[in-house]
């Protein structure tokens, strides 16, 4: 009798077990890659909506002095830029401390002096030269998805500047204004 109850015994085998273990492993992996997903476009309307609120300082510097700030002091591309991988970015918030809280800095940044915009998660400012400084300016920074060609940037000599490439899609972005 006892050997009678021990096989009709309520209970899993092992293959049942196994089954319902590598399901649930398959089920985390995929939640885990939607998950990965969404923080990578989180990430990527954060840099835009702090762009535009950058660039909305910007203007409104412009419209008290006449001009915009001027870039410099950065380590990477080369000292003419503002880079928010260093010190140079400080010395720009402080510029526009009265038009904003703070500096944006990338979700990702990684304080990394030898990347700029276009080779790491930073922003990197430049307003001098090409016929008429700190009367135009134009901020290169990066996507995590690529999206569209990069747009065109102008500055008042005519000289144009397009860091992500004219084909396909980029990560890398240029956006700014000529007066």
Known sequence: ?????KKNSPGFTLIELLVVISIIGLLSSVLLVAVNSARVKSRDVKRKADLAQFQKALEMYYNDHNEYPA?????TPNGAWSNSADSSWA??????????????KDPKENNNTAEWGQ????FSYYSLGYGCSQQWYMIVYQLETAEGPDPTVKACDGTV????????TTKVKTVGVSR
């Open 91 to 104: 010395t720009l918030a402080a510029l526009l401390k009265p038009y904003m809280s703070g500096l944006l």
């Open 71 to 75: 870039s410099g002091g950065a380590t």
């Open 1 to 5: 009798m006892f050997q009678n109850q």
């Open 161 to 168: 500047f397009q860091y992500g490439g004219a084909s396909g």
């Open 119 to 122: 080779t790491g998660y930073h």
